[in-house]
């Protein structure tokens, strides 16, 4: 079973390097999926009141055996709690639903500016922080301007901020303005789109390594500092995303990553969407 290290979050927790993503699962799928993923070695699972899948993601975890306390378990809630009291509301169903009685990490999904009631959504995490419901506060797709008005308005920083990130999409800004911050970056669809796996560079880095195209890309994530969430259903794939701490790329080889970067096009605006 692979070891997988962790990395220090600003309020004490430790968050480790690398973890199973469960959209688009439903119940049964996922239930499966991560007993397999824990059993493993995985330790981070993350899901989303969004992704209708919490209830398996707890089956899960009970079926692996695995005791809660060394399962860091990550969920994140919707615009309509976008309040101090809704977000306990959302916190109540989440550990109702994933049967748990705290979550290690609890991200607001996504700031929906529209709406314009983060920053009381990220108070109410800050309180359910301070009264230990939940071990640390965090949040998804926020970019620099969303992450500096919640800092402002409360004082608090994020544990962490997960946005979406590759070799494709490397994020620069929102990079720069989590480590100036102290914030671990975290990546969804860290291994998309597909066609990056058979991009020339990849291809022959994984040639080189002997590796999966999938296992250098995650490879590259850790070495840069982020914390991937590759989501598979397959017990092989898991096991194959999960060994990649057994290898280092070069400098030049990170940097030969970095510049297949092409920029934020194909991003989801987090000014426009959410949910």
Do not use: C
């Not at 439903?26 to 981070?44: I, N």
């Not at 306390?69 to 109702?96: C, M, P, Y």
């Not at 049967?99 to 999904?109: K, M, N, P, R």
């Amino acid at each position: 079973m692979t070891s997988v290290p962790t990395l220090p979050l600003t309020h004490g927790a430790q968050i480790p390097a690398i973890g199973l993503g469960t959209w688009p699962m439903d119940d049964a799928e996922a239930a499966t999926a991560v007993r397999t993923a824990l059993e493993a070695g995985y330790r981070l699972v993350d899901t989303a009141e969004n992704y209708g899948n919490e209830t398996g993601v707890g089956r899960g975890v009970r079926d692996s055996g695995v005791p809660r306390e060394d399962v860091f378990i990550t969920t994140k809630l919707n615009r309509r709690w976008h309040s101090v009291e809704g977000v306990r509301t959302a916190w109540e169903h989440s550990v109702r639903r994933l049967g748990v009685d705290y979550l290690d990490l609890f991200l607001i999904h996504w700031p929906n500016p529209d709406q314009g009631t983060y920053p009381q959504a990220w108070e109410g995490l800050a309180r359910l922080l301070e009264e230990g419901r939940v071990r640390a506060i965090g949040t998804s797709n926020f970019k620099p301007a969303h992450l500096a008005r919640i800092i402002e308005a409360t004082g608090v920083v994020p544990d962490v901020n997960q946005i979406n990130l590759n070799p494709y999409a490397t994020r620069a800004a929102s990079v720069a303005a989590d480590a100036e911050h102290g914030i671990v970056t975290e990546s969804w669809s860290p291994i998309k789109p597909t066609a990056m796996l058979a991009d020339p560079v990849v291809a022959g880095l994984a040639e080189r390594h002997g590796r999966t195209p999938a296992q250098v890309v995650l490879r590259w994530h850790t070495q840069r500092g982020y914390v991937p969430i590759p989501k598979s259903a397959s017990p092989q794939r898991q096991a194959e995303n999960l060994a990649i701490f057994d290898f280092v790329l070069a400098d030049d080889e990170l940097a030969a990553l970095d510049a297949l970067d092409r920029g934020e096009e194909h991003v989801t605006d987090s000014d426009e969407f959410g949910h």
